[in-house]
């Protein structure tokens, strides 16, 4: 499958995030353009849920996330990290979806990158609060 869609479920400290950080060590091939990213919903990146209220709030909290990890990685050893909240603050991340993601991996000439999402669960709860089944869809999707 071209992009497969695997998944852990556990009891909270069962060592998830432990196995999904193993998983983004493990994808890591920069020969081969192989890159893994590792995306959280916890406290280091709290999910605001009060600000998401569509489909079009949804996304970029997703694949921000994305790209801060790839912009993170951009950036040469012992440079000042940028925390996610600051990230989240700019103009521009209101646009962040999976074209911008493909744009900077191609950009940083990546042939395949894995995805680790930590906490989705979060994530995936503000899905009960739309009211309308297309959004639900459009959500999953």
Same mark, same amino acid.
């Given at each position: 499958e071209l992009n497969p869609i695997n998944y852990l479920i556990a009891a909270p400290r069962q060592g998830k995030s432990l196995m999904l950080a193993e998983v983004v060590? @493990?994808?890591a091939s920069p020969e081969l353009g192989h890159y893994g990213v590792g995306i959280s919903f916890n406290s280091s990146s709290e999910l605001d849920e009060k600000d998401i209220h569509s489909i079009d709030a949804v996304t970029p909290e997703f694949w921000g996330r994305v790209v801060h990890s790839l912009y993170l990685a951009m950036l040469?050893?012992?440079a000042p990290q940028q925390i996610f909240g600051d990230?989240? @603050?700019?103009?521009f991340f209101g646009?962040?979806?999976c074209d911008v993601a493909h744009?900077?991996?191609q950009k940083l000439k990546l042939v395949r990158v894995v995805i680790a999402a930590d906490e989705?669960?979060?994530l995936t709860s503000v899905l009960?609060?739309?009211n309308k089944e297309d959004e639900k869809t459009a959500y999953c999707s």
């Amino acid at each position: 499958e071209l992009n497969p869609i695997n998944y852990l479920i556990a009891a909270p400290r069962q060592g998830k995030s432990l196995m999904l950080a193993e998983v983004v060590a @493990q994808a890591a091939s920069p020969e081969l353009g192989h890159y893994g990213v590792g995306i959280s919903f916890n406290s280091s990146s709290e999910l605001d849920e009060k600000d998401i209220h569509s489909i079009d709030a949804v996304t970029p909290e997703f694949w921000g996330r994305v790209v801060h990890s790839l912009y993170l990685a951009m950036l040469p050893e012992g440079a000042p990290q940028q925390i996610f909240g600051d990230f989240r @603050q700019l103009p521009f991340f209101g646009i962040m979806n999976c074209d911008v993601a493909h744009a900077l991996a191609q950009k940083l000439k990546l042939v395949r990158v894995v995805i680790a999402a930590d906490e989705i669960s979060r994530l995936t709860s503000v899905l009960r609060t739309f009211n309308k089944e297309d959004e639900k869809t459009a959500y999953c999707s």
